[in-house]
C-alpha cells in the first residue's frame, strides 16, 4: 500500500514560520525561528516533514516484538527478521535492572505493534537508524483496494511518482487459477481454457449434452416426412435434450427434440437410424462454454490463444 506524495505542495518558509510563532509558550525567539528556518529556504515538503517527525529503525540482529516493556512480564508476539524495518512509535531506557534500551514499535510488514530491544545490556545492537521507506513507480501502475492482486483499481500510479510505504512488502500466497485442457467440437482445436477465474467466475459448465456423430438433417416435426430441414448439424455439434427421446415405429427411428448450443435453434433429431447407424450420442464428459474465454496454446494463463471459445461451444 502507498500514497502519493504528488498532492502535497511544498509549504513556504513565510507560512511555517507563521505557524510556528503561532505555538503558545513555545520558548521559541526570533533568532531561533531564523537559524532553523534559514535551511528551509525552499520551503519543506511532506517526505521532508515526515523525516522530521517519524523515526525508523531496521533489526541487525534478530530480535523479538513483545507486549509489555519489561521482558519478563511480557509474551512474544513475533521475530522480526534481519533487514526489517519498524516505525518507532516511544522509546524508553532502563528494564528494570538490565538496563535494556527498548522502542515500542511498528513492524512495517505486517502493521504488528511492541516492544522490542534496540541494545542489549552488554552493547550489542539489534537495531539501528533507517530512513523511512519510499518506493519509485519506474513505469505506470495500479493502486489496488486491498492486499490480493486480484483485488479493484483504485487509481493509476505515473511513472516517477513516489510511494510513501505504510505496510509492506508482503509476499502474497500463489494465486490459483483453475485450467482444463480440451478439444473443441466444432472445429477439434485443442487447447487450455481458464474453469474459474480468480474472483471465482466460471466459464465453463459440465451439462449432459448430446453430441453429432454424422451430420444430419434438424427438422421442424416429429415425423421426418412432414417436417421441413431448419439446417443440417455438423459432426461434433452440441444439443441439450428438450423432449424425448420417441420411436418412430413406421420408420423404425429414435427421435428427440433438441436445442443447437451453437445458435439456440430448436428442432427434432434423429438418434439411431433403422439399421442401427447412430447419429448423435449423448454423453456427460463434456462441458458447456457459459461465458467468452480465450482458448490458449500454453497451460500458462494469458499465453497466446488459438481463438475465443463462444457461449455455448462445447
Known amino acids: 500500500e502507498g500514497e502519493g506524495e504528488g498532492e502535497a505542495a511544498a509549504v513556504s518558509p513565510a507560512t511555517l514560520r507563521a505557524f510556528l510563532e ?7 525567539k526570533p533568532c531561533h525561528l531564523d537559524l532553523g528556518i534559514e535551511r528551509l529556504a525552499a520551503g519543506i515538503t511532506k517526505l521532508t516533514l515526515l523525516d522530521m517527525l517519524q523515526e525508523y529503525q531496521r533489526c541487525v540482529k534478530e530480535i523479538a516484538i513483545t507486549t509489555e516493556f519489561e521482558v519478563k512480564e511480557s509474551k512474544t508476539v513475533r521475530k522480526l527478521a534481519l533487514g526489517e524495518v519498524v516505525e518507532v512509535l516511544e522509546r524508553r531506557t532502563g528494564d528494570g535492572d538490565t538496563g535494556l534500551s527498548r522502542v515500542r514499535c511498528r513492524a512495517v510488514k505486517d502493521s504488528k505493534e511492541g516492544w522490542a530491544t534496540l541494545t542489549g545490556n552488554q552493547g550489542t545492537p539489534f537495531m ?13 501502475s495500479k493502486l489496488q483496494s486491498a492486499f490480493e492482486s486480484s483485488s479493484a483499481d483504485t487509481c493509476s500510479v505515473g511513472a516517477g511518482e513516489v ?52 451430420s444430419i438433417a434438424f427438422t421442424t416435426t416429429f415425423d421426418i416426412a412432414e417436417g421441413k430441414a ?45 439399421h442401427g447407424t447412430s447419429y448423435a450420442d449423448e454423453t456427460d464428459k463434456h462441458y458447456v462454454c457459459v461465458a467468452a474465454v480465450p482458448l490458449e496454446k500454453r497451460f500458462h494463463s494469458g499465453s497466446e490463444a488459438w481463438r475465443t471459445l463462444e457461449v455455448g461451444e462445447v
Not at 503561532?22 to 521559541?28: A, Q, T
Not at 420408420?251 to 438418434?271: F, H, I, M, Q
Open 163 to 214: 510511494l510513501e510505504v505504510l505496510e509492506g512488502p508482503r509476499e502474497e500466497e500463489p494465486l490459483e487459477t483453475l485450467r482444463v485442457k480440451g478439444k473443441t467440437a466444432k472445429d477439434g482445436t485443442t487447447g487450455w481454457v481458464t474453469f474459474k477465474d480468480l474472483q471465482g467466475n466460471e466459464s465453463l459448465k459440465k451439462e449432459k449434452v448430446l453430441i453429432c456423430q454424422r
Open 128 to 140: 539501528e537508524k533507517a530512513a523511512k521507506l519510499y518506493y519509485l513507480c519506474e513505469e505506470a
Open 230 to 274: 431448419l439446417r443440417k448439424l455438423d459432426v461434433g455439434e452440441a444439443l441439450e435434450v428438450l423432449e424425448g427421446p420417441q420411436e418412430d415405429a413406421v420408420r423404425g427411428l429414435t427421435r428427440v427434440r433438441a436445442r443447437a448450443k451453437s445458435d439456440g435453434k430448436e428442432g427434432w433429431v434423429t438418434l439411431k437410424g433403422n
Open 22 to 28: 503561532g505555538i503558545p509558550d513555545s520558548g521559541l
